[in-house]
């Protein structure tokens, strides 16, 4: 038992050390690297002096484009909470279209296939046609780029379903809309999470690419003007935030899906 003990404790050490050591090797090859092969490149201190006033008034706002960083991270979050529910809206039936029906994966596989590699550069200038307006593009172009992991493996998790399950349903003669409810989608929820936590990714990703395309304020939107403005520091301030509010959010996503799987 004390033995178990120690190897927990000396876990738990390592997993919060180690993160720190990576942390501050990641931060000494940067300074070597923005001292002895590049000037273009901020150097850590040279960065946290740009960016201070941004980190330490997070939510002030001074201008459109000037204000704190985690005003500019709301900002996009919003736009990506549209979306990605506006593609979950649409992906999840469709996912489960596929899954239950063979004419429909047969049917639609193709289509599926050719459209979930498209980029947010060729779905934002389409959705600018569609709706005129910047916002209702950016939406448009996180839900259809965001979508397809969701419609993916939420058809892989219904097709991977025993047969055993299906036959029980049978047995007590349930429904349609209680075998979906009661035996479907509880089977195929772990893949269906899996697209899930990807695709809230993915629409992270977009709203970068949709914020400086249409010049919106936001993360992605401070990005472009501080690169148009030569301020390489918050260049690299908006990077960091970025990689930090995409893991937040998968962390976020995967203590859902523990809840879920709990209740």
């Known amino acids: 038992m004390e033995l178990v003990r120690k190897v927990m404790s000396r876990d738990r050490l390592e ?40 980190v330490l008034e997070p939510f002030a706002k001074r201008g459109e484009l000037d204000q704190g960083i985690l005003r500019f991270t709301w900002y996009s979050l919003i736009r990506v ?80 379903i025993p047969q055993d399950y299906l036959n029980v349903a049978r047995v007590l003669k349930l429904s349609r809309t209680k075998t979906l409810f009661k035996i479907l989608l509880p089977a195929a929820l772990p893949a269906m999470f899996t697209g899930f936590r990807l695709s809230l990714g993915i629409a992270w990703l977009v709203i970068v690419a949709s914020e400086m395309l249409t010049g919106q304020p936001g993360i992605g939107g401070f990005l472009w003007q501080e690169y148009n403005s030569l301020v390489y520091e918050h260049l690299i301030l908006c990077i960091v935030t970025i990689g930090v509010v995409g893991f937040l959010l998968d962390r976020l996503m995967a203590a859902v899906e523990l809840r879920v799987k709990a209740a």
């Open 81 to 160: 909470g549209k979306g990605y529910l506006l593609g979950l809206v649409f992906a999840v039936p469709l996912g489960l279209l596929l899954g239950l029906s063979r004419t429909a994966q047969k049917a639609f596989d193709p289509v599926v296939q050719v459209l979930r590699p498209v980029s947010p550069l060729a779905w934002l200038p389409l959705g600018l046609v569609l709706f005129q307006q910047p916002e209702p593009a950016g939406t448009f172009a996180i839900a259809m780029c965001s979508m397809w992991p969701t419609v993916m493996n939420t058809a892989f998790g219904i097709r991977a």
């Open 15 to 54: 997993s919060l050390l180690l993160p720190v050591v990576g942390i501050f090797v990641v931060l000494g090859v940067w300074g070597l690297i923005s001292t002895f092969v590049t000037d273009l490149l901020p150097s850590p201190m040279e960065t946290w002096e740009a960016s201070r006033l941004y």
